[in-house]
């Protein structure tokens, strides 16, 4: 399995950014999805993460109503749209699979114990 995140880079508060993960090697579909991020000295804190048919997700709440993850199965990526990125929102930025063992399940962990895989992370700053 291999996830592939990219999209990340230096940007300005206010801006927006959307970061992709590409994943090969395994049943996308039968995967919910997950991003996360780490800030310098801190844990990998829950981002966003979304059912294996994309129908729901979830938000940390410093994030609610300004990012959206979203994916496509038959593309095998998952999206985070992150728009007016603040000073904050600086990490690098994980996605992660969670394999669901039920077809059609709403469950999207928000733990990062739960994740499977993960991919090899993509930087983001925004400056002030």
């Known amino acids: 399995v291999q996830l592939v995140e990219s999209g990340g880079g230096l940007v300005q508060a206010g801006d927006s950014l959307r970061l992709s993960c590409a994943a090969s090697?395994?049943?996308?579909?039968?995967?919910?999805m997950g991003w996360f991020r780490r800030s310098p000295g801190q844990a990998r804190d829950f981002v966003a993460s979304?059912?294996?048919?994309?129908?729901?997700?979830s938000y940390a709440e410093s994030v609610k109503g300004r990012f959206t993850i979203s994916r496509d199965n038959a593309k095998n990526t998952v999206y985070l749209q992150m728009n007016n990125l603040k000073t904050e929102d600086t990490a690098v930025y994980y996605c992660?699979?969670?394999?669901?063992?039920?077809?059609?399940?709403?469950?999207?962990?928000?733990?990062?114990?739960?994740?499977?895989?993960w991919g090899q992370g993509t930087q983001v700053t925004v400056s002030s």
């Open positions: 090697g395994l049943t996308f579909s039968n995967y919910a």
């Open positions: 992660a699979t969670y394999y669901n063992y039920y077809v059609g399940s709403y469950y999207r962990p928000t733990c990062p114990d739960e994740y499977d895989y």
């Open positions: 979304i059912t294996m048919s994309g129908d729901l997700s």
